[in-house]
């Protein structure tokens, strides 16, 4: 028998209103992760893929259909469930949102201080934390003194502060130059192999869904059009969308940068 899914969504519907116009944003989504994977979810800009991320984190109620996080379904919560839910899920941004007052050590300990750790705690916690994503070295240094990379690892880090079980990356990568965008990609499957996270990226590149991901799903206009394998859907797209993505990777290939890893 199969292992339950750790994220399942069903016949989502999200619908926003301007000016008393109704749009529907995502229209019947179906998807099933499993806990542990890395999978990507592709699409043009505006398909619905910042949308969809901010339902699975609740930043967005849907309009109908269920999110199930393991037995949770995430639109029954509590106010309090919900504050330990979002403890739960951790989030990475493409213009890596950091706090230009604080620090690195302060930006990681933030999210720590909202869930009330001691002192002591938080000191082990974001020094454990920034030796894991390589920036121990710059604990003490402000987000205006860090290169992009070392931004978006500072970024994870505080994502991560919390041991969350998800990883939600919403176009995480894409501000860095390519050897960084791997450098952080390879962090990430370090990260999901070492604490068995289940990691969910949201891109615009078939290179970064090729690099990191196991399972991916292709969004188009709100509907997902295709899912599978990555191997599976690399080798035999079948979606326009899909078929469009590949033949511009095919174009503008960086896969000189991936080492061993080209399909
Ligand atoms: N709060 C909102 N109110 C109204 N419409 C919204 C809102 N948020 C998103 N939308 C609309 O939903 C559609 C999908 O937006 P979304 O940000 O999810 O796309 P995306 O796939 O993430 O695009 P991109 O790749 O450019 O980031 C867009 O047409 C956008 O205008
Ligand atoms: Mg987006």
Redesign the pocket.
């Known amino acids: 028998m199969l292992p339950p899914s750790f994220i399942e969504l069903k016949d989502v519907y999200k619908k926003?209103y301007?000016y008393n116009k109704e749009?529907e944003?995502l229209k019947g989504i179906n998807l099933e992760i499993q806990k542990g994977d890395i999978f990507g979810i592709v699409?043009f800009?505006?398909?619905?893929?910042?949308?969809l991320i901010r339902c699975i984190n609740r930043l967005e109620i849907i309009s109908s259909g269920t999110i199930r996080i393991g037995k949770y379904e995430i639109n029954k919560l509590s106010k309090k469930e919900l504050s330990l839910y979002r403890q739960k899920i951790g989030i990475i941004f493409q213009h890596f949102n950091l706090l230009d007052s604080r620090t690195v050590f302060g930006n990681v300990a933030f999210p720590l201080e909202v869930a009330k750790k001691s002192k002591k705690e938080i000191q082990e916690r974001v020094s454990e934390i920034l030796e894991l994503v390589d920036i121990a070295d710059k604990k003490d240094f402000y987000p205006g003194q860090l290169s992009g990379g070392q931004k978006q690892r500072a970024g994870i880090a505080r994502a991560l502060a919390n041991n969350p079980d998800i990883l939600l990356s919403d176009?995480a990568t894409s501000a860095l130059d390519p050897v960084s965008q791997l450098s952080v990609l390879d962090l990430l499957k370090d990260i999901n192999k070492k604490l068995g996270l289940t990691i969910i990226l949201i891109t615009?590149s078939l290179d970064v869904i090729r690099h990191a991901c196991n399972n991916m799903a292709v969004l188009e206009n709100g509907i997902i059009v295709e899912k599978g394998s990555v191997k599976e859907i690399f080798v035999n797209p079948k979606s326009d969308t899909a078929k469009v993505f590949i033949k511009i990777n095919t174009d503008l290939s960086i896969s000189k940068y991936v080492e061993g890893d080209v399909i």
């Not at 800009?45 to 949308?51: D, E, R």
């Open positions: 926003f301007i749009f944003v699409g800009s505006g398909a619905g893929k910042s949308t176009e615009h």
